[in-house]
Each structure stands twice: as C-alpha cells, then as structure tokens.
C-alpha cells in the first residue's frame, strides 16, 4: 500500500492545470459526439486545446460536431470502446482522456441488461487498460446521481452511504467509478468524477423533456404521464455543467476527486410537463400511469447536495424551469433531431 501511494504522490507532479498558460493540453473525448461531451470539445477548442473525439455515433450526431470539424486542432475517430487495437492506436500521446461515453438508456435497462455491462463497464475497463498501457494517467469521467440509488438523506452528498442499487444503469456507473480510483492506487492514475443529475439545454437528444414534446407533436389533447407525476427531479443546464467540469478539473482534488453536480432545487415532473405545455400553450388532459416511478429503477427523488462543487466558486446560471424552457425551445427549432433519434 505505501509503494503505491508512494508511486501515486510521484504521478500527481507530472500535471499542471488543464489550462496552463500557453501550454495546451492534448485531450481525448470519448462519446465526443453525444449531447454533454460536444459542448466539452467546443468548449476544449475554444480554450486552445487539441482534441480528439472518439465515438462510436450509437446515439451521437455528426450535426454536434459542425463546429469542431473545421479547426485544425481537432480530430474524429469513429471507433468503439470495445475495440481494444483501435484504442491502443489512438490513447497514447494524450495528456488527459474526458470519459463521456456510455449507455445512457436508465428507462430501458432492463430489456437490455448486457448493454449496461459492455457499454458502461467492459467499455471503461478497455479504456483503462489502453491508458495504463499507452502511459496516459490522467481520467476525468461522467458518472451519475442514480448510483445513490433511493437515498434516505436529502439533499444527498458525495459521502452518503450507498443504499442498495435500484438500476442497472446505477450500478454500471458505480462499477465504472470503482474500476477508474483502483486505476488511481494501484497504477498512479489521477481521477476527477462527476455525480450528475439530468442535464438539460441545446443539443439535448434524450430525457423527459424530448419524450413529453414528440408525445404531444403527435396528440396535443392527452398525453401520458408514467408514475404519478409527483416525482421530484433535479435538473442542470449543459453549459453550467460544463463549467464546473472544467473548474473541478483544475483545481487541485488530490488523487480521486468526486464531485456532485446540480442546482440547489427540484421540481415534480407534472411541473415541468405544465412548464413545457406552457410554452407550447396546450391544455392537454393528463393520463398517469400510476405509482411513484415512472420504470424499474427510476427514483422517485432525486435532490444532490454541491457544497463541494460550490466551495470551488461554481454557481449555476439558469434555474431549472428556465432550463427545461430553453430546451424545449431548442427541439421546437430542431426537428430534425426528433426524426434522428426516431
């Protein structure tokens, strides 16, 4: 155990911030093409970094990608994480790997069990394998607030015992974040993950929001609502994430930094459904499908203490009804990403 620390304290002198002054970083992005991780690469590039993306374009869209594609300082590879030869070509030379590639699907998790497994956990122990070998020890990687499961304290921290997992996507995730700080103590990796709640803003491609306007494109008079619509949700909008990311990331965590992220709110779904009815000016008839989760594994609240976060000087820009209006605004002006995801 001391060796390792000992080797680990050694690693933790080869970084500098990510944004050393005149000094770039080369920044690897899995899932770079997916609704989070395009705002990183923007954003990355924008801070004149040299980013590779690295995606599979399961669920991500070319369209994302429209601004990256012209620098000279970005790259595309259309790869898989389960392709462990196309990872050992592209991971060495990096400085820093963001991990945002995964399975995102919680609704549907139980229909597909292994696609949790390979997608979450195979995918992130074939890319720290690519890491360890090509020798980049440095992993920043989206985790989830459903590891927390159906928690007993509220708003719930970083430290708060792990109830017992209530879905495959949760406890995926909290695999990966298991497999990513043994990295850390047994070969001198250095972590920083992120606890999110759902995100919300342009690009958004997946989620509550998307569900409620394609149902009501189709039937404006009645739309279902699955469980009782009084569960309570946290939400955040993408570039308040991304800032914080990006803060966490340069300051100094130590070894494994873990952090949640959210709004110091929440709201129940029917008010968000009234937020979203609301700026398409409907009245529909509500149809509930009963019960307090709306699927196997949904939880029926979700409300994430960010002292952490905060004490670094982060504070979100938008609160969430404003969040879930610049969405839906943003899928009323891109319908074309309604046929895609269909």
Same mark, same amino acid.
């Given at each position: 155990?001391?060796?390792?620390?000992?080797?680990?304290?050694?690693?933790?002198?080869?970084? @500098?911030?990510?944004?050393?002054?005149?000094?770039?970083?080369?920044?690897?992005?899995?899932?770079?093409?997916?609704?989070?991780?395009?705002?990183?690469?923007?954003?990355?590039?924008?801070?004149?970094?040299?980013?590779?993306?690295?995606?599979?374009? *399961?669920?991500?869209?070319?369209?994302?990608?429209?601004?990256?594609?012209?620098?000279?300082?970005?790259?595309?590879?259309?790869?898989?994480?389960?392709?462990?030869?196309? +990872?050992?070509?592209?991971? @060495?030379?990096?400085?820093?790997?963001?991990? +945002?590639?995964?399975?995102?699907?919680?609704?549907?998790?139980?229909?597909? @069990?292994?696609?949790?497994?390979?997608?979450?956990?195979?995918?992130?122990?074939?890319?720290?394998?690519?890491?360890?070998?090509?020798?980049?020890?440095?992993?920043?990687?989206?985790?989830?607030? *459903?590891?927390?499961?159906?928690?007993?304290?509220? @708003?719930?921290?970083?430290?708060?015992?792990?109830?017992?997992?209530?879905?495959?996507?949760?406890?995926?995730?909290?695999?990966?974040?298991?497999?990513?700080?043994?990295?850390?103590?047994?070969?001198?990796?250095?972590?920083?993950?992120?606890?999110?709640?759902?995100?919300?803003?342009?690009?958004? *491609?997946?989620?509550?929001?998307?569900?409620?306007?394609?149902?009501?494109?189709?039937?404006?008079?009645?739309?279902?609502?699955?469980?009782?619509?009084?569960?309570?949700?946290?939400?955040?909008?993408?570039?308040?994430?991304?800032?914080?990311?990006?803060?966490?990331?340069?300051?100094?965590?130590?070894?494994?930094?873990?952090?949640?992220?959210?709004?110091?709110?929440?709201?129940?779904?029917?008010?968000?459904?009234?937020?979203?009815?609301?700026?398409?000016?409907?009245?529909?008839?509500?149809?509930?499908?009963?019960?307090?989760?709306?699927?196997?594994?949904?939880?029926?609240?979700?409300?994430?203490?960010?002292?952490?976060?905060?004490?670094?000087?982060?504070?979100?820009?938008?609160?969430?009804?404003?969040?879930?209006?610049?969405?839906?605004?943003?899928?009323?002006?891109?319908?074309?990403?309604?046929?895609?995801?269909?």
């Amino acid at each position: 155990m001391s060796g390792s620390r000992h080797r680990l304290a050694g690693a933790l002198d080869q970084y @500098p911030p990510l944004r050393e002054p005149g000094i770039p970083s080369r920044i690897l992005v899995t899932g770079g093409a997916g609704f989070i991780a395009s705002h990183l690469v923007d954003r990355l590039l924008s801070l004149g970094h040299h980013v590779t993306v690295y995606d599979n374009f *399961s669920t991500g869209q070319m369209a994302f990608l429209h601004n990256a594609v012209t620098q000279d300082r970005f790259k595309l590879v259309r790869a898989d994480l389960l392709d462990t030869n196309a +990872l050992d070509e592209v991971v @060495p030379g990096h400085d820093v790997v963001f991990h +945002l590639a995964a399975n995102a699907d919680v609704r549907f998790g139980v229909e597909h @069990p292994d696609r949790d497994l390979k997608q979450n956990i195979l995918a992130t122990h074939n890319l720290l394998e690519a890491m360890r070998r090509g020798q980049v020890h440095r992993i920043v990687f989206s985790s989830t607030g *459903s590891i927390y499961g159906e928690p007993t304290v509220f @708003p719930t921290p970083e430290d708060c015992p792990l109830p017992i997992q209530t879905s495959l996507y949760g406890a995926s995730k909290l695999a990966a974040e298991g497999l990513i700080t043994a990295y850390c103590e047994g070969f001198g990796f250095r972590a920083q993950i992120f606890r999110f709640v759902s995100i919300l803003g342009e690009r958004y *491609s997946h989620g509550h929001i998307f569900d409620f306007f394609r149902k009501l494109e189709v039937d404006p008079i009645r739309i279902e609502v699955l469980g009782n619509g009084r569960q309570r949700k946290s939400y955040l909008y993408v570039q308040d994430c991304i800032d914080a990311i990006l803060l966490a990331v340069d300051s100094d965590p130590g070894p494994v930094g873990i952090f949640n992220l959210g709004t110091n709110e929440y709201c129940a779904v029917d008010e968000s459904l009234g937020w979203i009815c609301d700026e398409l000016g409907l009245r529909p008839e509500r149809v509930y499908a009963g019960g307090n989760r709306g699927w196997v594994g949904d939880s029926p609240f979700i409300y994430l203490d960010c002292s952490r976060i905060r004490a670094l000087g982060w504070r979100p820009t938008l609160s969430i009804e404003a969040g879930v209006r610049r969405t839906l605004a943003y899928l009323r002006e891109s319908r074309w990403l309604l046929e895609a995801r269909a």
